[in-house]
């Protein structure tokens, strides 16, 4: 996962190219194909150091690298992913409509659709397109006499958006900018323009007083950090994205310590004595909040998925991989969902942890983290 990029070598690049080229064929059952496609890339690398995919090759190569996401509990529906092609896009603003355009097909008026978008990769080692934002949509950070106010995990992103003359209004919930760098440049920044962030005012079915806490979440996470590798080439802009897991949004970015932590006020609103552990009250918060999560992405008509209903559509997974004679890789400790663990048969299997590619890789923050 935290693999650094592999130093630019045009002899990997082929073996790389080769080994994905003869198992994404032989999935489209295209084996007639092969011998021809890897002369032409051979040819090619000889010539340039470098190859382009086909947009077949894009769309087969990003869809295995989410089937080989160990850490992803949703792969069931791999096969689904549609792959956007914006390698044409040389400038910010090119990139930026891009990524526009993204957010408005991905998230198709709450219908999301599971989307990647592709920009142009690494050429002979030199990075051409990097996105700076962990997820295209995510609430600024910001250290005040108060405490922190917004998302804790975005102050250092935040801080360097602040320092490009970015200014948030300072609520819990200011969405921040896009940073798109293309090739050594400073990066660029873009609002996000307010009519293609569907956002979600988190409500609970049963009580009233949850709206004072005025807690609202994005409907879709677009995580936009991470690299890509298909055949040797590196997608360093390569943002996807499928949809929620209640968990996600209830158990960890409201309920952390070091993020949003709002399990005490909740247990406030339930009544419940938060001085004695044994009253449980972290967990029948979590209950509540992870209720009233999916309540109002429901409510609002906005796809999102419970965490026993997630792991069962994992078990189809393995199932269906078994079936086609694919060993599931896995990481355990991500796979478990972050409640009731052991609800699930996941927490009663063990899974082997090796990376296979094409997959998806973490990179260095480029900001002082
Ligand atoms: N956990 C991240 C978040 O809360 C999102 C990661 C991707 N999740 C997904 N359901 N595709 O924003």
Redesign the pocket.
């Known amino acids: 996962m935290h693999a650094p990029v592999p130093e630019y070598d045009p002899d990997d690049l082929y073996e790389a190219a080769e080994s994905f080229v003869r198992q994404c064929y032989a999935e489209l059952e295209r084996e007639d194909e092969i011998d021809d496609r890897l002369a032409e890339i051979r040819a090619s690398i000889e010539e340039t150091g470098h190859y382009e995919h086909t947009y077949d090759e894009i769309e087969h190569g990003a869809r295995m690298a989410w089937r080989n996401s160990n850490r992803c509990i949703?792969r069931l529906f791999w096969e689904a992913l549609d792959v956007i092609d914006a390698r044409d896009r040389d400038t910010a603003e090119g990139v930026f409509d891009a990524l526009c355009h993204h957010l408005e097909y991905a998230t198709n008026d709450g219908d999301i659709r599971p989307t990647i978008t592709l920009f142009e990769p690494m050429v002979r080692g030199e990075r051409q397109v990097r996105i700076w934002n962990y997820?295209l949509i995510r609430y600024a950070g910001y250290e005040t006499d108060d405490g922190t106010v917004g998302d804790p995990d975005e102050l250092a992103f935040t801080n360097y958006c602040r320092s490009r003359g970015w200014e948030g209004e300072g609520t819990d919930y200011d969405v921040l900018p896009l940073a798109i760098q293309m090739r050594d440049h400073e990066p660029e920044l873009f609002e996000v323009p307010d009519d293609l962030v569907l956002e979600v005012p988190i409500a609970h079915p049963d009580y009233d007083w949850f709206d004072d806490l005025g807690l609202q979440w994005y409907a879709v996470?677009v995580?936009s950090n991470m690299r890509l590798a298909i055949g040797g080439l590196q997608y360093t802009a390569a943002p996807f994205?499928?949809?929620?897991?209640a968990t996600?949004?209830a158990a960890?970015?409201f309920a952390d310590e070091d993020r949003y932590d709002v399990l005490p006020e909740v247990a406030e609103g339930l009544g419940l004595d938060t001085d004695r552990n044994r009253e449980l009250w972290k967990d029948e918060a979590l209950v509540e909040l992870n209720r009233a999560v999916l309540h109002s992405f429901e409510r609002d008509g906005v796809k999102i998925v419970d965490h026993h209903t997630a792991a069962e559509q994992f078990e189809a997974f393995e199932r269906r991989e078994a079936k086609v004679g694919r060993e599931v890789t896995g990481d355990w400790s991500w796979l478990i969902p972050p409640m009731s663990p052991a609800t699930t048969h996941i927490f009663h299997t063990t899974y082997d942890d090796t990376i296979t590619t094409p997959n998806f890789f973490y990179q260095e923050p480029p900001y002082e983290d």
Request: aromatic letters at 16%; glycine letters at 16%; hydrophobic letters at 30%.
């Open positions: 949703g997820e996470p995580v994205n499928g949809w929620y897991m996600e949004i960890r970015n």
